[in-house]
């Protein structure tokens, strides 16, 4: 019992240690070999273009969603001249981050997981290592950077997105003065929110190509170690966004 | 010269090397044979620091090679080709890509070069207009001649094959090791191969070195592996079932 219990708290340990020194690592390489343009340039499409659709398909959704509960909120108050206020910076401040990261998180960070975890099963990478390339340079330190970049981008288009939807419901549906709709919302977002919602969505991309590259990279054993990589890899980093959004927030308030 | 000292080497509570003592020399074929699942392709992970003993020396040229920063490790590694036993070739790059690459990141050769060297690779490993297939569009014979041609492409002074010829059919298994002759007369590179191949490798290799229980039983010529007297050598040569070595 005894030394169950210490034989996974050191395991738990390491892999702390290991997926800390993944991160040291990868940002070196950062700074000193970024890596071909190339390379960040079909990573910034496969993680920011690619995930525009489902980036404006949920941002739509949930302006939309958001418009009806806060009229139904600020109603109660005969407030609904706020719901531009309410609207926004719910999601410039939290949903707009969390949201865009999450869905990023599956579509990109699943695949980021089973890419590099195929390669490290057929042997890919120690291909790489043979020829004496660093293979962060080609397969990690590309997905950062295109991360990156990435998050924040969609982060303010499902922010634009979003405020439409709030738009769309609150004004052209239920009634409320587009004046006030627009007013309000310029007149209390200020800076700060929106800086506090970038710097979330940045440390986003980076908890998504971390977490995608370093469960890959040590994948275990054939398809099923993939497999099992793929669904830590997402659950993982769902789960630290969410924690590292708390802490994060309330630093930025 | 690759001389490995001692070198111990287990995964969890299963020892595959156990005081290993080996020299290869250089400029010759040295195949290392041995029965399946008694760590060959671990050994040769060994000899380019894709594994580190858990204790014991593995020199290259002199230079030793365990617990090396990686750029020092690199710096080693360019002296080395590799054929992987899967081949590794990479899946998201076409047959030329994957020739090319190594051409493109360790040299600063023209595009107009790079095509003319990796076209007279693939011709070399008798292959022609397969350039832009695909690694899963092709046979396994194919795909191992594409991972020897990306292999010797930059004209490396160890070459190590992992199986080079497993699973392929006796013409293609001799027009490999034909190939593995032909270019080690061309270039006379230091070749480490792991094979099966018995008796075909007699033909093939200068040096033979018997791999079993985690040491080399016997390292010398072909000769004086067919006339060993070891019993466990004298059975796997023979593929008897009686002897010393046991089916897992």
């Known amino acids: 019992m005894v030394q169950a219990l210490g034989h996974v708290t050191i395991g738990v340990v390491r892999d702390l240690g290991r997926a800390g020194w993944f991160l040291l690592y990868s940002c070196y390489m950062i700074v000193r070999r970024p890596g071909s343009l190339v390379h960040v340039l079909k990573q910034l499409r496969f993680i920011g273009t690619k995930s ?16 009806l509960q806060g009229y139904y909120t600020l109603a109660k108050f005969g407030s609904e001249g706020m719901l531009g206020t309410a609207v926004a910076l719910s999601l410039i401040r939290e949903l707009g981050p969390v949201l865009a990261a999450l869905m990023v998180t599956g579509r990109a960070g699943s695949a980021i997981t089973a890419e590099i975890g195929i390669m490290r099963i057929t042997e890919q990478i120690d291909a790489l290592e043979t020829m004496a390339l660093d293979p962060f340079k080609y397969l990690v330190t590309p997905k950062f950077i295109a991360a990156m970049i990435s998050l924040p981008l969609l982060c303010a288009i499902f922010d634009v997105i979003g405020i ?23 007149k209390s977002v ?36 993939v497999a099992k990589a793929t669904t830590e890899s997402v659950v993982l980093t769902s789960v630290i966004i969410l924690v590292w959004d708390y802490f994060l927030t309330s630093v930025l308030l | 010269m690759i001389t490995l000292r001692n070198v111990h080497k287990s995964f ?39 594994l580190q003993p858990d204790s014991g020396t593995v020199e290259v040229d002199g230079e030793s090679i365990v617990d090396l920063r990686r750029s020092e490790l690199n710096r080693i590694r360019e002296k080395f080709g590799m054929l992987f036993q899967n081949v590794a070739l990479f899946d998201s ?10 051409l493109q990141e360790k040299t600063s050769l023209s595009k107009e070069e790079i095509r003319s060297r990796v076209v007279s690779a693939l011709e070399d490993v008798g292959l022609k207009n397969i350039d832009d297939k695909f690694p899963d569009e092709l046979s396994g014979g194919m795909k191992k001649r594409v991972g020897l041609a990306r292999a010797v492409v930059l004209n490396p002074k160890i070459i190590l094959f ?27 590179f230091t070749a480490v191969i792991v094979t099966h191949e018995i008796p075909d490798i007699f033909d093939v290799a200068q040096n033979i070195a ?6 080399i039983l016997q390292h ?7 006339n060993s007297s070891d019993p466990a050598i004298r059975q796997f040569i023979s593929g008897s079932l009686d002897g010393p070595i046991r089916m897992a």
């Open chain 2, 220 to 226: 010398g010529t072909p000769d004086d592996i067919k």
């Open chain 2, 93 to 102: 790059m076409t047959v030329f890509e994957n020739v090319a690459f190594p």
């Open chain 2, 210 to 215: 018997m791999l079993f229980r985690g040491k």
């Open chain 1, 164 to 186: 439409y939807g709030g738009w769309l419901v609150g004004v052209k549906l239920l009634g409320v003065n587009p004046g006030a709709y627009f007013y309000e919302m310029e």
């Open chain 2, 162 to 188: 992992d199986e080079p010829t497993t699973g392929l059919d006796p013409i293609i298994k001799r027009a490999i090791h034909e190939l593995i002759k032909d270019t080690h007369a061309k270039f006379g």
């Open chain 2, 12 to 50: 969890g509570s299963q020892k595959v090397l156990d005081g290993l003592d080996l020299d290869i020399p250089a400029g010759q074929i040295t195949a290392i044979i041995g029965p399946s699942g008694e760590g060959k392709s671990v050994l040769l992970k060994h000899l380019i620091g894709l």
């Open chain 1, 190 to 225: 200020v800076w700060r929110d929106v800086y506090s919602g970038f710097v979330k969505s940045f440390s986003f991309g980076v908890i998504i190509a971390w977490i995608g590259c370093y469960k890959g990279y040590y994948a275990g054993h054939g398809a099923e170690g």
């Open chain 1, 52 to 67: 525009l659709f489902v980036i404006v398909l949920t941002a739509g959704f949930t302006g939309m969603v958001l418009g």
